[in-house]
């Protein structure tokens, strides 16, 4: 009992701080891609309200990269801590992947940072606009090898488990495993869509606010026809990941449809999807459920009536639990589909140019909604995160490795020390970071700051400043 007691404490500890540091690296890679976006619009035009966004965004920027830094070298602790007897068995591929993530971390993604931060006036606006991009560039290369490690866990392959070793036996086939290009993409444009509604919700508050709105307006534009083809997007990836999920993970599936029939009473196929309902693994059904019948052959079959396997199908030592996977997708569902929606709302707002006008009610609601809109890309991570985790028990490596195969032996004393220890940094590390955004955030984009143009042009800040007296342009007013 002691020892189910502890790997139980072990598994909620990395699922602590595997979820609170997921918070940060999809902001980091859309931000930095909408960095780059307001430094290219600011060196095409030269019209510095495009200097100012870049360098407040880039504040917002730093607080929340230290903060994944932070939490990511902890999660890499937790790892050797936490599953020792798994990192030891999978290190001949799993410890390599991480090892290419954390030199494009530590070293590519790190090294065009200090030129992004402290570049500015240093380097010419080509060659800062470059390190901008690198930044983006390296940030999406190390999300492409933590996507890589975590899709190998899903859907492994180039491998064999010889006396409780992974060995590699194929390269290509083990990167480029079943799940892996879909499920890359699928989190890459959740991040961008995740920084993209960050944006339109800090240009919300500041409209709604009535504070430096010629400023703000602009970059609210662009992110809300960015997000109509980007939230609908995401919606079309979620789909296409579904299919391989059905195909390579089916038991994972039926999971987060709550499918626990593969045929209703009369022996025809369960074609229904579940709106909601009240799974009970125990009685290997739902107790009650809310169905649109043919709705699930629909979408994971594309067929009137195709077959989808139910969890009576899968053995009962290999059944993952239903609740979190079920209702952790269609908390995800629900927000893809209202993001689409605020995002088509600001579209037609931006296209009919009523968002400027902050008098009319429609529009304030509109600015309400998006900055409420704000939150739910990190919800939807973190339960979409959950669903994926969690659906794939009780393997650690889907259909080798149980996950008590992979947990450290610790008693309940140590368990509860490292899990306590883990919960305490990762809420210091949390409060802090929204402390200090809030507070960069409230306090504004610093209009007295003179523009480093960079190179030669740099020694324009040394010219006298304008007149006081002089008016200033609409946007910097606050």
């Known amino acids: 009992m002691e020892s189910a007691t502890a790997i139980m404490l072990s598994r909620l500890d990395f699922a602590w701080v595997a979820s609170m540091h997921f918070l940060y690296p999809p902001l980091t890679i859309g931000l930095a891609l909408l960095l780059f976006f307001a430094e290219w619009r600011w060196i095409r035009t030269d019209d510095d309200g495009w200097y100012r966004l870049t360098r407040f965004f880039e504040k917002l920027f730093i607080i929340n990269f230290g903060a994944g830094v932070a939490t990511g070298v902890t999660m890499e602790m937790a790892f050797g801590i936490l599953y020792g007897p798994f990192s030891q068995a999978a290190g001949p591929y799993f410890g390599n992947v991480l090892g290419y993530e954390t030199i494009t971390a530590f070293m590519y993604e790190a090294g065009f940072i200090g030129l992004m931060i402290f570049g500015w006036g240093k380097i010419s ?215 689409v929606l605020v995002a088509f709302w600001g579209a037609w707002l931006t296209y009919r140019q009523r968002l400027a006008d902050r008098r009319t009610r429609s529009t304030r609601w509109f600015l309400r909604a998006a900055v409420f809109a704000a939150f739910l890309p990190f919800l939807a991570i973190w339960t979409g995160w959950w669903t994926r985790e969690i659906a794939r028990q009780p393997w650690l490596v889907d259909g080798m490795m149980r996950i008590e195969d992979g947990v450290s032996r610790m008693t309940v004393l140590e368990a509860s020390i490292w899990l306590v220890g883990f919960v305490i940094f990762e809420l210091v590390v949390w409060y802090f970071t929204w402390y200090f955004m809030a507070k960069v955030i409230r306090h504004g984009p610093d209009l007295e700051a003179p523009v480093l143009r960079g190179g030669h042009e740099a020694l324009g800040h040394l010219e006298p400043e304008p007149d006081n007296d002089q008016p200033r342009p609409a946007y910097e007013r606050p």
């Open 125 to 339: 606006r080509g060659m800062h606009l470059f390190a901008t991009f690198n930044v983006f560039a390296s940030s999406t290369l190390s999300a492409f090898w933590i996507m890589n490690a975590n899709s190998w866990m899903q859907t492994p392959g180039g491998v064999e488990l010889r006396d409780g070793i992974f060995h590699v036996t194929d390269w290509s086939e083990a990167i480029f495993n079943p799940s892996f290009l879909t499920s890359f993409a699928h989190m890459w444009v959740a991040a961008i869509e995740l920084a993209l509604f960050f944006v339109i919700g800090v240009c919300a508050w500041y409209l709604l606010k009535n504070r430096y709105t010629g400023l703000f307006a602009k970059p609210l534009k662009y992110a809300l026809v960015a997000a109509a083809v980007i939230a609908p997007l995401q919606v079309f990836l979620g789909d296409e990941l579904g299919q391989v999920i059905g195909e390579h993970q089916p038991a994972a599936l039926a999971a987060m449809e709550g499918h626990y029939k593969t045929y209703a009473e009369d022996g025809s196929v369960n074609t229904g999807w579940h709106i909601i309902a009240w799974p009970d693994d125990a009685a290997g059904d739902n107790r009650w459920a809310i169905t649109i019948p043919h709705a699930l052959s629909l979408i994971e079959t594309h067929s009137w009536n195709g077959e989808v396997m139910g969890l009576d199908q899968v053995p009962s030592a290999e059944r993952p639990p239903v609740w979190i996977p079920f209702y952790g997708f269609r908390v995800m569902l629900a927000i893809g589909f209202f993001l």
